[in-house]
């Protein structure tokens, strides 16, 4: 094999499956299958404002998918901050953001 | 034939003018310390932070062809046209899990297009030029497509239109010329700047029409009581013309579509740009979390074909192009001046994804195509010349591809893009995670997705055209109708996980992996990172 895999873990860092890791992985996992999960939302009652069900569940999971994508960004966040730690790498300045937008 | 309207293109023409000068100025803008260098022409000097990627990859993803033909599906069919709402939540967990290892690969290795990292991570000069020409293949159109975007504003707007064929396309000559003038000068950096203008005005716009219409038109109720009613006669063809929900088959359809266009998304040539052009691994991920802002105008717009329909447009219009429906839409309800401020939000929208992508293109060529078969010593400046005129061409093919065939062709051609460039997805991603498939696997299943899909494709017929009709036909064995690309995309895969072990077993050459585990980690900041051969200098 030419590579290793690439969660083969370094000696003393965490496990390449970690809680944090596991809890994003599902954050993700979540949005994906309310979406393709097709017959659950295809009906028309109860209507919103005289949206359709169909159409207002749909346009809801916008926003709540972000929220579950943003959990996970944290949660990696947090899980990749760990493995700098234990691997020796020093800890990342503040994102170089502000004031060039 | 309309009339002119004279405020409303008075006020599309001003927002046009200030767009140019900004397209212009932005070459002084985050000024260049090498302006030779390909990555800064070609990817703004690769430090955008999240909000200039935020508004740079909104302003690229959802283009104005979304805006029109969005909302034009939801027109003509219901609700099987607003599978691009799912489509869009989809996208970003999906992504969120391999971009951010392509962005780290690419900055340490100085990679600049996808076919860059295929490239250097299975040594395959076959599969990094596979990659290359069908993102460059399937960007064609997609700019062809910006320009039906601008004119269906421009027919609405009554500019143009009569006359002979060169009158009648001036405007678009106008256009295209301007904008190929500034994205040959200020390269990644004025679609970047002028995207803050056109998302400004793309959600105005937005808020304004799904608050201000249903009003006028007695609420979101009375909307959905006139598209059911539309629906419920038969439409132009004989059969139903449309329905509010899925019919039975039509659920696997919209479920397939979703998931493959998701899955496609982020392999564009043109988005794969606008990541890597981002600071940080952090500003990447970031991204994934606030896109969806964008998702949700997307959502609200597919609406606004309900309201085209509450509001009568093209109705007893007999062969009515369901393109025109928001053009039309926005004209018939808003007042002049805010007519021209819809419509320079769909022009404008229309030039930012066509800079993009042109650029996006224009690099595919000049790294994977020029460098690597016919000047393999090309300069860094040599490089930053052939991209600039490699863009140029492909604008001005664009421009040839719209005026010489039909609308209907470079809608089924941008049909056919999707799922090309899904083909790509398995050497790219499984790459991102594994070595194990072999390069030449990998090149096969390419082969096999590509002709399955193109053949498959041919053979469907619609009403408007006889063949690359639509995107879905029934998958064999399943008994189910599903989107082809995602069914030659699971073709593709198969072919490559059964031939890895074949050619393993008989010694076939892996090819040289000049990754590292850790490449696929690094943060700015990091040594490698800061140590990182630039863009030209790679290899």
């Known amino acids: ?101 | 034939m309309r009339h002119a309207d004279g405020t409303a293109t008075a006020v599309f023409l001003l927002f046009f003018v200030l767009v140019t000068v900004m397209g212009f100025l932005a070459s002084r803008w985050r000024r260049a310390e090498d302006a030779a260098h390909l990555h800064e022409w070609g990817l703004g000097g690769r430090n955008f932070g999240t909000w200039v990627t935020w508004f740079l990859l909104g302003g690229d993803l959802y283009t104005a062809y979304t805006f029109v033909a969005v909302p034009a599906a939801v027109y003509a069919v219901g609700a099987a046209g607003f599978f691009a709402v799912p489509y869009t939540v989809i996208a970003y967990p999906l992504v969120f899990l391999f971009l951010p290892r392509l962005w780290s690969v690419s900055r340490v290795h100085g990679y600049v297009t996808p076919a860059d990292f295929v490239r250097g991570r299975y040594g395959s000069r076959g599969l990094s030029v596979a990659v290359a020409l069908t993102g460059i293949l399937a960007t064609m159109p997609y700019i062809a497509l910006q320009l039906v975007g601008i004119q269906a504003v421009l027919d609405t707007l009554g500019v143009g239109g009569s006359g002979n064929w060169f009158v009648r396309d001036l405007p678009l000559f106008v256009a295209f010329g301007v904008l190929a003038a500034y994205t040959y000068s200020a390269g990644l950096r004025a679609p970047a700047l002028i995207a803050f203008v056109k998302d400004a005005l793309v959600y105005v716009v937005i808020v304004v029409a799904v608050v201000y219409i249903p009003l006028r038109l007695g609420g979101y109720g009375s909307v959905f009581a006139a598209a059911a009613r539309k629906f419920a006669a038969p439409g132009p063809h004989g059969g139903p013309g449309g329905s509010l929900l899925l019919g039975a088959p039509g659920q696997w359809t919209y479920a397939t579509l979703a998931f493959g266009s998701a899955l496609a998304l982020f392999m564009y040539p043109h988005t794969v740009t606008g990541v890597l052009a981002s600071g940080s691994r952090g500003t990447v991920r970031r991204n994934m979390a606030i896109l969806p802002a964008y998702s949700l105008v997307l959502g609200l717009l597919a609406l606004l074909g309900f309201l085209a329909i509450a509001a009568g447009v093209g109705a007893g219009v007999p062969g009515f192009n369901s393109q025109l429906a928001v053009p039309q839409l926005f004209a018939q309800m808003f007042p002049s001046w805010f007519t021209g401020v819809a419509f320079a939000a769909i022009g404008i929208g229309a030039l930012v994804p066509a800079a993009i992508m042109s650029i996006a293109a224009a690099n595919l060529f000049t790294r994977n195509v020029y460098r690597e078969f016919l000047k393999p010593d090309a300069t860094p400046a040599e490089e930053t010349r052939v991209a600039k005129l490699a863009s140029l061409l492909v604008k001005v093919g664009a421009l040839a591809f719209v005026l010489v065939m039909d609308k209907q062709a470079a809608i089924n051609f941008q049909l056919l893009g999707g799922l090309w460039i899904l083909q790509t997805a398995l050497a790219l991603v499984a790459g991102l995670f594994t070595r194990w498939f072999h390069r030449w696997a990998l090149l096969a299943g390419w082969a096999v997705g590509m002709a399955y899909g193109t053949w498959t494709a041919w053979g469907i017929a619609s009403p408007a055209t006889k063949h690359f009709g639509g995107n879905s036909a029934e998958v064999p064995g399943l008994g189910e109708t599903g989107y082809v690309g995602l069914t030659a995309f699971v073709l593709n895969l198969a072919v490559a996980a059964v031939l890895t072990p074949a050619l393993r077993a008989l010694r076939a050459p892996e090819g040289a992996d000049e990754t590292a585990r850790a490449d696929y980690s690094a943060e700015a900041g990091d040594g490698t990172v800061e140590r990182a051969p630039q863009p030209a200098a790679a290899h």
């Open chain 1, 1 to 101: 094999m030419p590579s290793p895999s690439p969660h083969a873990p370094a000696a003393g860092a965490p496990p390449a499956v970690s809680a944090a890791r596991v809890l994003a992985g599902l954050c993700l996992l979540v949005p994906v299958v309310v979406m393709l999960w097709v017959p659950s939302y295809n009906r028309l009652a109860p209507a919103l404002g005289g949206i359709p069900f169909f159409y207002w569940y749909q346009l809801l999971w916008v926003p709540v998918s972000a929220l579950f994508t943003g959990t996970a960004y944290l949660l990696v966040r947090r899980d990749e901050a760990v493995r700098r730690a234990s691997a020796g790498v020093p800890v990342l300045p503040a994102p170089k953001d502000g004031g060039r937008a």
